[in-house]
């Protein structure tokens, strides 16, 4: 007879040769099975978030410059405080969500946070100052911090056989997040300049960004609803059905004649541990470093992306109008799809440090290609016809771009621009794998929600350094036209190398 404790919600442990142990070891071949309704309704509630953060994002730094009346890439010391404030109300909020997860349950707190990004959503697209535009990123922000109690649920659904399947697949939601939210952003901004005949109330005038904001906001309040009537809790100690989430067939194959004992869960499965507890694991505050460095990677790439995609070619940009931006951003969630679609195989094939190895390499080589489409298109401008001046979307005074004007872009400029789009998005498959990272090595599901909690603790404490630092680095070499305006890029290197050495702690601890 064998006994075997089957827990989902700790990682598996190596296995001795010697007689303790039992001799009938869990077949690999077959995962558990993954509650369908369950995943499905969890992924619908994520993919509110990337939805309304990316909606802004084609838009963003034209309303910032009409409201702070600032010109071309120095727009970017007003955009990168407003993305900072929304980044350290997240912060603030991330552990104050995790623990209100772990002691009063995963649902009231998913609840919260898609209700309140619905409503700021909406009031985000009557800002008409700059100062209530910071007010309400702050508000925003706050509510976005619930996505450590959303990962916890993920966690809690799948176990150690199945993980490498649920977490790319949560992680192919927020691409698909990100392809929406900016479609939404870029086509349905300013709609009394777009579709004139039929917008034509003064309100659409006065409120260029308020049909995207609404779209936004009925998504998530869909997203709220399903949380209240449809996810159950999966907190263990508050779930309804109290076994287990994966139990729906056995783990050994019908011929085995060992029997199974199931042991009931530990303490460090019923009950959360203490921040300094966790702490004290090395391993763990490698992860929750490595997701830090990982944080502040990709704050930083999307916020020089669109502020250089919305600078004057003159200044090192671009100047892509708001619906080119929303292209863009909207082809680096496509592609993220397609590469997580690989993920399962790829994980299998290569584990999970050796993946989240090769994607923190992937952003050193994600900054050193970002030069080539500004100098692309600086080289394809002189034979580009304009096509509208830059200030007609959005902006009374006319622009962003100092006299600029939008161009269509050429098949050249945008083969330049997807090789770092698509080094990015290689960058980008570290998100789902250092959720299960995270998940691997917390010491108990009641724990989880607070280990996931500092994880996206330290991923936002760096994502409020980011984007003031990313986007200031950019307008002073724009503007002052240092190391012919790309000494940002030798800021970026620097700091992807460094974060590559953060990342390789995790495998020197766990060895």
Not at 217 to 234: K, Q, Y
Request: net charge positive; glycine share 8%.
């Amino acid at each position: 007879m064998s006994v075997h404790r089957r827990s989902p919600d700790r990682a598996a442990s190596p296995v001795a040769t010697d007689e303790s142990h039992p001799l009938v070891l869990k077949p690999k071949a077959k995962p558990n099975p993954l509650p369908k309704a369950q995943l499905a309704i969890i992924y619908a509630i994520k993919l509110t978030l990337p939805i309304s953060s990316t909606q802004t994002m084609p838009y963003y730094n034209l309303l910032i410059e009409k409201l702070a009346a600032s010109e071309g890439a120095e727009t970017g010391y007003y955009s990168g405080l407003a993305h900072t404030a929304f980044s350290i109300a997240g912060f603030i909020s991330m552990f104050f969500w995790g623990r209100m997860s772990d002691s009063r349950g995963r649902v009231p707190v998913i609840f919260l946070g898609t209700a309140g990004t619905a409503v700021f959503t909406l009031l985000f697209g009557l800002s008409q100052t700059f100062g209530t535009v910071l007010l309400n990123r702050v508000l925003a922000g706050f509510f976005h911090g619930i996505t450590g109690a959303i990962h916890s649920v993920v966690g809690e659904l799948a176990d150690e056989t199945n993980q490498s399947t649920a977490f790319p697949l949560y992680d192919i939601v927020s691409a698909l997040g990100f392809v929406i939210g900016p479609l939404i952003g870029g086509t349905f901004a300013d709609p009394a300049e777009q579709w004139p005949d039929i917008f034509t109330n003064p309100f659409w005038k006065a409120y260029p960004y308020f049909l995207p904001c609404f779209i936004t906001t009925v998504i998530a309040f869909s997203a709220s609803l399903l949380a209240m009537f449809a996810l159950e809790e999966t907190l263990p100690g508050k779930r309804k059905n109290k076994s287990p989430v994966l139990e729906e067939e056995p783990l050994l194959g019908p011929e085995s004649s060992a029997t199974v004992i199931d042991i009931p869960p530990t303490v460090e499965d019923l009950q959360p541990l203490s921040v300094r507890h966790l702490l004290s694991i090395p391993v763990l505050r490698a992860v929750i470093a490595s997701s830090s460095a990982l944080g502040l990677a990709g704050t930083c790439f999307t916020n020089i992306f669109v502020l250089m995609a919305y600078t004057p070619i003159r200044q090192g940009g671009l100047a892509f109008s708001p619906s080119q931006i929303g292209r863009a951003i909207s082809s680096m969630g496509a592609v993220s799809i397609l590469l997580k679609l690989c993920m399962p195989k790829l994980l299998r094939r290569f584990g999970t440090l050796g993946m989240f190895d090769f994607a923190m390499v992937a952003w050193l080589a994600t900054f050193a290609a970002m030069p080539l489409a500004s100098l692309v298109a600086a080289r394809s401008a002189t034979a580009t016809a304009p096509v509208t001046p830059l200030g007609s979307l959005g902006s009374e005074s006319g622009p962003g771009a100092g006299g600029a004007v939008l161009r269509e872009a050429s098949a050249r400029e945008w083969v330049a621009v997807a090789i770092p789009l698509f080094l990015s998005r290689l960058g980008c498959l570290a998100f789902s794998i250092i959720m299960i990272l995270t998940r691997d090595h917390a010491p108990g599901s009641a724990s989880l929600g607070t280990a996931n909690g500092l994880a996206e603790l330290a991923q936002s404490l760096a994502s409020t350094v980011g984007p003031t630092f990313a986007s200031s680095l950019f307008a002073v070499s724009a503007s002052k036209h240092l190391l012919g305006g790309h000494l940002w890029v030798v800021f970026m290197l620097l700091l992807s190398l460094f974060n590559c050495w953060v990342a390789r702690r995790i495998r020197n601890y766990r060895d």
